[in-house]
């Protein structure tokens, strides 16, 4: 995709739903659309603010549609199907006071920590591992129901192993928290948050350095050798990350011929043991039928394979392309970037 979302299409052309959501924020202010942005996801946040960054030449048309398809999908939903949080709010304030109908609404929402809960999706799962570690399990495993699936899952394999079955226990078993435990993981957030300043930061520097190298034009065996004499530790680690066997799911059907013409069958049948769809699928589909086929059945009898013994392979045949690679007689895509025909 271009980096400017240049919208001067017709009105009636179809914008995606998140184009339309930027079009309507950008059409709002800056204190409204902070305060609608507040209540969306980590996920949800990243892709809109995305949308809105590249937006420009946008129709008065093109805004005008969009504006009035959130209006018309606004007045379909807003029939009565239940009162809104803020009626109830209203309403329970006036019968029974402020405090208890908070405390009402929070029982029926659960929504009172959702704010601050939020607010620590964008912390390392190993520091929030960290900071509930020395909690009961109960209280863990509140707490991560509180979090992202997706973020809660890496808190957890940053926990002790012996803590992890307890806890996932612990969360399969939470039905209704009380307000006393909510109260008890408040107390738990707000620690969290007063010490969020005091989190480090952490950065694949490895991994970063050789992304770096490979977008270099020039020589980038020359470089390597001059960084060799600063630190040969880290540049052994800067290389095999440079030539990662995924590596091979961005190249092109001629340069994956070539590798295959070079590594044996055997070896594919062990390297190829639970990689990403995306690299077996280039491999395979470069062979000729009967070799694809010899290679399935080679793969059915090597049967379970140690992690370490495939390791040891992908890191032979990375080698190998990387000789391929240095001898000039293949071209390798060292970094994912936009081709044409």
């Not at 052309?13 to 902070?34: H, K, N």
């Not at 959702?114 to 964008?122: N, V």
């Not at 399969?172 to 620690?191: F, G, P, S």
Request: a negative charge; charged letters at 25%.
């Amino acid at each position: 995709m271009a980096d400017t979302l240049n919208l001067t299409a017709n009105p009636g052309e179809e914008l995606s739903p998140v184009e339309r959501a930027a079009i309507v924020l950008l059409s709002m202010g800056e204190e409204p659309a902070a305060a609608v942005l507040r209540c969306l996801s980590r996920d949800e946040l990243l892709e809109v603010t995305q949308v809105m960054s590249r937006m420009s030449g946008i129709k008065v048309d093109t805004v005008r549609h969009s504006l009035q398809q959130f209006f018309d999908e606004y007045r379909e939903q807003s029939g009565v199907h239940g009162a809104s949080r803020s009626f109830l709010q209203r309403s329970l304030d006036l019968a029974l006071g402020s405090d208890i109908a908070s405390s009402v609404l929070n029982s029926i929402y659960g929504d009172a920590i959702r704010p601050k809960m939020a607010r620590l999706q964008w912390v390392q799962p190993a520091w929030l591992a960290e900071r509930i570690g020395g909690e009961h399990v109960r209280m863990q495993a509140v707490f991560l129901a509180f979090l992202p699936s997706a973020q809660a899952s890496e808190v957890i394999e940053a926990l002790p192993a012996a803590q992890r079955d307890q806890v996932l226990v612990n969360i399969a078993r939470l039905k209704e928290i009380d307000r006393e435990l909510l109260q008890e993981l408040e107390q738990v957030v707000n620690r969290c948050l007063e010490s969020l300043g005091m989190q480090s930061a952490s950065v694949e520097g490895v991994r970063q350095a050789a992304e770096i190298i490979n977008r270099m034009s020039g020589d980038r065996a020359q470089m390597v050798e001059l960084l060799r004499a600063h630190d040969p530790g880290v540049v052994s680690a800067i290389e095999d990350s440079m030539y990662d066997f995924f590596l091979l799911s961005r190249q092109s059907e001629q340069v994956i011929l070539r590798i295959v013409e070079s590594v044996a069958l055997e070896q594919w049948a062990i390297a190829l043991k639970g990689a990403e769809p995306a690299i077996r699928n280039a491999i395979v589909q470069s062979m000729p039928r009967r070799q694809a086929q010899s290679f399935e059945d080679s793969m059915r009898r090597s049967g379970p394979v140690p992690i370490s013994r495939v390791e040891q392979v992908r890191q032979e045949i990375m080698q190998t392309v990387r000789e391929l690679a240095e001898s000039g007689e293949i071209d390798l895509q060292l970094f994912a970037e936009d081709v044409v025909e």
